[in-house]
């Protein structure tokens, strides 16, 4: 667990400007991350050290002081904060729980907190937020990965490089057990039971327990994930087994690592150090798929299956919410397939399916519309 804090203790740290605040301004988010924060449930942990980080990064970038006791300065920087994340791809949720999580962090600290008390930047917040949103449903819609465009893109697809194999698996996998990005990069090759045909998904965004959930993935998939393993461990070059103890071999740990420029090998993985990392490349040469890392991914399979539609990776788990609506699932055993805690969601999505069932739809059908 110390791994886990040791990041939040320093993000912290570096969004409050220590040189124009004071000493006791600190202590007081040191004492809410003593006696709060390493309380709260595991992912929420994960939310606020990712939102923090996030913030920081960009003030670094922007060469611009972080939080003090200046209510304008503060003011000022969330503003600008507001209109980069109002020009990334983040959806309009995301965007509004970074802004919550700063707005917390400022009530931790006791520091001036315009997000509550500037009536201008709660205006401008709300304006450029209900501008982005409209953006993004108007021109940023991912496209469902409904089954009948994956077994298109299926049988497209013959892999002849690693690379491709584990793109292809993973859009599978994907589809199948309805994953999100973050719930993909933490499958390991321990979670999958094959005899079981089910997949541990060990943390989630809906899980604030921690417990972890089982979801259902085809024996179609299940073989490609074998065959994928079975090529990582082969040395491309004398088409020989890769040793046990071989970096580039998969034994264990986390599946769906970054290969080689030339696509046939994996990058080096300490299957020792297990999941305490989730993404990117750690200095000690450790090699994991992040979101842009699985966004990539999925842009470069639809180009060589000759897909115009959007999809992104969110697409897998809408496209199998919708197909599993349009096959008559219920909506418990839609919330099941998904892991969702609440009926909301697959509720949308099952609107969304019963649209081809509805009656205009009939009457479309009926006269060969």
């Not at 202590?27 to 924060?37: L, P």
């Not at 913030?55 to 920087?77: K, V």
């Not at 089982?214 to 073989?223: A, E």
């Not at 697959?346 to 060969?368: C, D, I, W």
């Amino acid at each position: 667990m110390a791994s886990l804090y040791k990041p939040a203790s320093e993000t912290q740290l570096s969004i409050i400007d220590s040189e124009s605040t004071s000493s006791e301004r600190a202590e007081y988010v040191n004492s809410y991350f003593r006696d709060i924060f390493t309380k709260l449930p595991r992912n929420t942990q994960r939310a606020y050290i990712s939102d923090f980080n996030d913030f920081a990064i960009f003030c670094q970038s922007e060469g611009i002081d972080s939080f003090n006791d200046d209510f304008s300065h503060n003011e000022y920087i969330i503003k600008r904060y507001v209109e980069e994340l109002c020009k990334s791809p983040l959806a309009y949720r995301t965007i509004k729980r970074r802004l919550s999580a700063l707005s917390k962090f400022l009530g931790i600290a006791k520091l001036p907190n315009p997000i509550i008390q500037s009536v201008y930047l709660r205006d401008f917040v709300r304006l450029s937020l209900i501008e982005n949103r409209k953006f993004q449903l108007s021109h940023n819609q991912a496209v469902p990965l409904t089954i009948d465009l994956l077994d298109e893109i299926n049988n497209k697809i013959i892999p002849d490089t690693l690379l491709e194999m584990r793109d292809l698996t993973i859009m599978n996998l994907m589809f199948d057990a309805l994953l999100r990005a973050d719930e993909l990069v933490r499958v390991c090759a321990e979670h999958i039971s094959r005899r079981n045909n089910a997949l541990l998904v060990v943390t989630s965004k809906s899980d604030q327990s921690g417990k972890g959930s089982h979801r259902f993935i085809s024996t179609s998939t299940i073989n490609m994930v074998d065959e994928y393993i079975a090529e990582a461990n082969t040395d491309a070059k004398t088409s020989c087994e890769r040793l046990p103890d071989d970096p580039r071999r998969i034994n264990k740990g986390i599946l769906f690592r970054r290969v080689s420029n030339r696509g046939h090998a994996l990058l080096p993985y300490n299957e020792q150090r297990g999941t305490h990392a989730f993404s990117g490349s750690t200095s000690d040469g450790q090699h994991f798929l992040d979101y842009s890392s699985v966004y990539r991914i999925w842009k470069r399979i639809a180009s060589r299956a000759g897909i115009s539609e959007n999809i992104t990776p969110h697409s897998g788990r809408v496209g199998g919410a919708v197909s599993l609506a349009e096959n008559g699932a219920t909506l418990p055993e839609l919330q099941l397939a998904g892991g969702w805690q609440s009926p909301e969601m697959p509720g949308h999505y099952t609107q969304q399916a019963n649209v081809k069932r509805g009656g205009m739809a009939k009457l479309s059908e009926k006269f060969k519309r």
